[in-house]
């Protein structure tokens, strides 16, 4: 038990400082995936009142998952590179997605749903940069290996907050969720 205490004490900051994470770290190429994304806390104590997941390029016919009590607002934008569907070109597809018009208390977690196909191939990494509103503050969950930090992007007091490794060991303090595309069926998966 002495031994099993210390590295369960190196675990909790890891856990702690885990915010906007998705849960299935790898996709497909070709199927449909169900993305869950994981707010773990408000910011700075203060509640989450509005969930925004940018969809990248490459996830297609991507569908929010309703939830009660929440309301949602769909983007579609026009796509620089058109794909075929069913026959059909397809020339815009949904790129962002928000929840709002409720509350998430600071001390509740919750998920957040979509899905959406998987159009591009194996070794692929998906990044879906996430924004939370709070009532007062906001994060922005959007850090990836190649990005900067900006010192503007976030806001309220940040002193305790220890980051986390990103991929290739970087240190990011609000890295986005990402996705690993791996070799799959390509199958239609529902």
Same mark, same amino acid.
């Given at each position: #038990?002495?031994? *099993?205490?210390?590295?369960? #004490?190196? &675990?909790?900051?890891?856990?702690? %400082?885990?915010?906007? @994470?998705?849960?299935?770290?790898?996709?497909?190429?070709?199927?449909?995936?169900?993305? +869950?994304?994981?707010?773990?806390?408000? /910011?700075?104590?203060? &509640?989450?009142?509005? +969930?925004?997941?940018?969809?990248?390029?490459? @996830?297609?016919?991507?569908?929010? #998952?309703?939830?009660? $009590?929440?309301?949602?607002?769909? @983007?579609?934008?026009?796509?620089?590179?058109?794909? =075929?569907? %069913?026959?059909?070109? +397809?020339?815009?597809?949904?790129? !962002? *997605?928000?929840?709002?018009? %409720?509350? =998430?208390?600071?001390?509740?977690?919750?998920?957040?749903?979509?899905?959406?196909?998987? $159009?591009?191939?194996?070794?692929?990494? =998906?990044?879906?940069?996430?924004? !939370?509103? /709070?009532? @007062?503050?906001?994060?922005?969950? %959007? !850090?990836?290996?190649?990005?900067?930090?900006?010192?503007?992007? !976030?806001?309220?007091?940040?002193?305790?907050?220890?980051?986390?490794?990103?991929? $290739? $060991?970087?240190? =990011?303090?609000?890295? &986005?969720? +990402?996705?690993?595309?791996?070799?799959?069926?390509?199958?239609?998966?529902?």
């Amino acid at each position: #038990m002495n031994k *099993i205490f210390p590295l369960l #004490m190196l &675990a909790l900051p890891v856990v702690a %400082n885990a915010h906007a @994470v998705i849960e299935q770290k790898d996709a497909e190429s070709g199927s449909f995936y169900k993305g +869950v994304i994981s707010i773990s806390h408000g /910011c700075d104590g203060s &509640a989450t009142t509005k +969930v925004t997941i940018d969809i990248p390029y490459g @996830v297609r016919d991507t569908k929010p #998952m309703p939830k009660p $009590g929440w309301k949602l607002d769909v @983007v579609r934008s026009e796509l620089s590179k058109p794909y =075929l569907s %069913n026959h059909k070109t +397809v020339t815009e597809d949904v790129t !962002q *997605i928000s929840w709002y018009g %409720n509350t =998430l208390e600071s001390d509740h977690f919750d998920e957040f749903i979509f899905r959406g196909q998987i $159009g591009v191939g194996t070794g692929t990494r =998906l990044y879906f940069p996430v924004k !939370q509103e /709070c009532v @007062v503050g906001e994060r922005h969950w %959007n !850090q990836t290996p190649d990005s900067k930090p900006s010192p503007h992007e !976030q806001h309220g007091d940040h002193a305790g907050h220890t980051g986390h490794t990103g991929h $290739g $060991g970087s240190k =990011l303090e609000y890295p &986005a969720p +990402v996705v690993r595309v791996i070799d799959g069926t390509g199958g239609h998966h529902h």
